[in-house]
């Protein structure tokens, strides 16, 4: 079993939790990624290994509350146990000094961010990072990713905090007075597209990592797959970083929201049930 050895809320519907896992710490490198499932009947679902520590045996998870899986592994207190652990899973960044990277987060997307920005620099790159949420409390990982970067960019959308404005403005900012070699991208789909679209147009060869619907994480079931420069891939095994100008970003919208009322239903049958038996 996989014991929770520590737990932060980061903000109402985002936690950092810390489990005991020694194999996955002493293998894990940046990028790769793990298969929780929470109960003997609940969902498969991938997290991104955002910190590992080998001395201790600990992985850090961080994951925001958008379904009953994520709801359920938010709920567990320190001394609880996590069902099902698997990984590490996925390729590892390739990591070298290439210059200076532009690594890009868009909400929980900061915390797989954070073990990538890290490798980077300690590899010799000049690292420029802009992590962004819609407001203040929504930021995360904010001193760590300092730790760590060159120079750190903060957008809001709102404004309430760093500058206002979306995650694509702060990297026009930082691209226009830096020569960047590589960007990095991890975030909502919608926010990857746009930051592809951002580099694109000024040449800057980019990868992003993407959050796929997953089931097994191993290959076999074909649930994860994208188109990548015209050829099906899969995120899980062939993942889950890519050429960032070769994703059919359109396609992989159209597949993430398919499951959306689906989900949206069985939350609502969770919350109801949670709220009665608090209430018995």
Do not use: W
């Not at 590892?92 to 690594?103: D, Q, R, S, Y």
């Amino acid at each position: 079993m996989y014991k929770v050895v520590d737990k932060t809320f980061f903000s109402e519907n985002v936690v950092k939790i810390d489990v005991e896992a020694p194999r996955i710490a002493k293998a894990r490198r940046a990028g790769h990624f793990v298969m929780v499932k929470i109960g003997e009947k609940g969902e498969r679902f991938p997290l991104t290994i955002a910190g590992a520590d080998r001395d201790k045996g600990i992985i850090t998870l961080v994951v925001q509350t958008v379904g009953v899986s994520s709801r359920k592994l938010a709920a567990l207190e320190v001394g609880d146990s996590i069902t099902d652990l698997v990984g590490p899973l996925g390729q590892a960044t390739h990591i070298e000094n290439k210059g200076t990277i532009l690594a890009c987060g868009g909400g929980v997307g900061v915390a797989p961010l954070l073990p990538i920005v890290e490798a980077y620099k300690k590899a010799g790159n000049r690292v420029i990072t802009v992590i962004a949420a819609r407001n203040k409390d929504l930021i995360i990982l904010e001193e760590q990713m300092k730790a760590f970067s060159d120079e750190l960019i903060i957008m809001t959308d709102d404004g309430s905090y760093g500058q206002k404005g979306l995650v694509t403005e702060g990297m026009e900012a930082a691209i226009a007075k830096e020569d960047i070699s590589e960007a990095m991208i991890i975030g909502p789909a919608v926010m990857m597209k746009f930051a592809s679209l951002t580099t694109q147009k000024h040449n800057i060869p980019t990868l992003a990592s993407l959050n796929t619907i997953m089931v097994d994480g191993t290959g076999m079931c074909g649930a994860c797959r994208i188109t990548v420069g015209g050829k099906t891939k899969f995120v899980c095994v062939d993942g889950p970083e890519f050429d960032a100008h070769q994703v059919d970003f359109d396609e992989m919208l159209l597949r993430l929201n398919g499951y959306k009322e689906i989900e949206k239903a069985a939350e609502s049958n969770y919350l109801k049930e949670n709220n009665k038996n608090c209430q018995a």
